[in-house]
């Protein structure tokens, strides 16, 4: 085969290629480009009767990465909570302008990697009837910044009681034994029980029966709200359970010092610390510190990439579920939200005035609780005077 003959085939080869692997992974393309420049080097270094062989067993090996490249990009399903939500409000909306008496409706949400969860109260909405909802308006407010449970992971379990056996400090008996004679060193290890009980974090909300023939209110604000509210909850309650168990930092420094020492405390537990929460007033401050000459000043090791704080490499989350001056350094890992019993959303009737008042309630429920696996693992301290002078 001559130079022209392989050429023109290479092209074949390339424009094939490109074909097959267009609109996939650029490291897919990668490998696939990197393939083809080797099956170039092959062909021109073997005679002509290898060559189909050569082209045979590239083009085998570009479809099968093509076709395990595109079996990832299949049947990826993105969950949220206000799809699901809103496809279950669309699948039983007729069932929901029948509640009546001594019926109920009940929307459970599964297999969600969202994880909800706060108590709810409310006005009744619409009391007056006829209110118009248009999908374009703002009139929702925010949901938190983060949510506790974007720091820690999730285990479902059956049980609502868990137990976990937490190891505390010994002084480590092991020792060089010198003395051919003499008695090894007993080591003592403590590993005491300790029990968290998962209960339901749950609230009430009343709406006006008209509103259940609006399909786009039920479906895209009333989740929001929900979802919102119950996270509201569940922030707060949770972070105030992680700062009463943490361990105290142990330093007297104030502002970016006093959490570069936090993290050397952690660290020196030999402990990871991979996340600290502050508050946003408390991080806008950080983030202009001035030195005595009214100059901004940061440590080399405090940095912003993409808006995001880091000091010593560990970012810093802004959250407005924790209290104003405080923070927490921790290793995230060591703790996880324990859910017994998911999400729930259910409507009815039949609850105090409702049938007056043309009213139906909403319950919404999850039972969970937080198990902290080892408070070592947390440090918790005061910013201090922060302010950055003028």
């Known amino acids: 085969m001559t130079p022209e003959e392989i050429k023109s085939l290479l092209d074949g080869m390339k424009s094939n290629l490109e074909a097959k692997t267009n609109g996939l992974d650029a490291q897919i393309e990668a490998k696939a480009k ?9 062909m021109k270094e073997t005679n002509a009767t290898e060559i189909k062989s050569i082209k045979d067993e590239f083009e085998s090996r570009i479809d099968a990465i093509v076709a395990e490249a595109k079996a990832k990009t299949t049947n990826k399903e993105v969950k949220s909570f206000e799809n699901e939500f809103g496809k279950a409000i669309e ?10 008496k001594g019926s109920s409706v009940q929307i459970e949400l599964k297999d969600l990697t969202i994880n909800t969860n706060n108590s709810i109260t409310g006005n009744l909405a619409n009391q007056s009837g006829g209110a118009v ?34 190891e ?51 479906q895209s604000r009333l989740p929001q709200m929900l979802r919102r509210n119950y996270f509201k909850a569940e922030n707060a309650e949770f972070y105030t359970g992680l700062y009463s168990a943490a361990t105290a930092y142990s330093g007297s420094a104030t502002g970016i010092i006093a959490l570069v020492e936090a993290i050397g405390q952690l660290e020196a537990a030999d402990f990871n610390a991979n996340g600290i929460v502050i508050n946003p007033s408390d991080w806008a401050q950080l ?9 901004f000043t940061l440590p080399s ?20 579920f924790v209290e104003s001056g405080q923070f927490i350094v921790g290793d995230w890992s060591q ?12 409507f009815f009737e039949q609850d105090a005035d409702n049938v007056q008042k043309n009213a139906i309630t909403v319950r919404v429920e999850e039972s969970n609780v937080l198990v902290i696996e080892q408070p070592l693992a947390f440090i918790k301290g005061e910013l201090g005077t922060v302010t950055p002078s003028v």
């Open 287 to 295: 983030s202009v510190t001035r030195d005595d000459e009214n100059g």
């Open 168 to 218: 505390t400090e010994e002084t480590n008996a092991f020792a060089r034994q010198t003395d051919k004679t003499a008695s090894k060193a007993e080591q003592e290890l403590s590993t005491p029980p300790v029990i968290f009980t998962a209960s339901y974090l749950a609230g009430l909300y009343r709406y006006h029966k008209s509103m259940m023939r609006n399909l786009p209110w039920m």
């Open 335 to 346: 703790a996880y939200k324990y859910v017994t019993d998911g999400l729930k959303v259910e």
């Open 34 to 42: 990197q393939m083809i420049n080797d099956a170039e080097v092959k």
């Open 301 to 320: 090791t405090v940095t912003f990439s993409g808006g995001q704080l880091t000091i010593n490499g560990v970012p810093v989350f802004k959250a407005t």
């Open 133 to 166: 909802i248009r999908q374009g308006d703002g009139v929702v407010l925010p949901s938190q910044l983060v949510n506790f449970s974007q720091l820690v992971a999730t285990v479902v379990g059956s049980e609502d009681t868990i137990r976990i056996w937490r």
């Open 91 to 100: 699948e039983k909306h007729n069932d929901l302008q029948k509640v009546t």
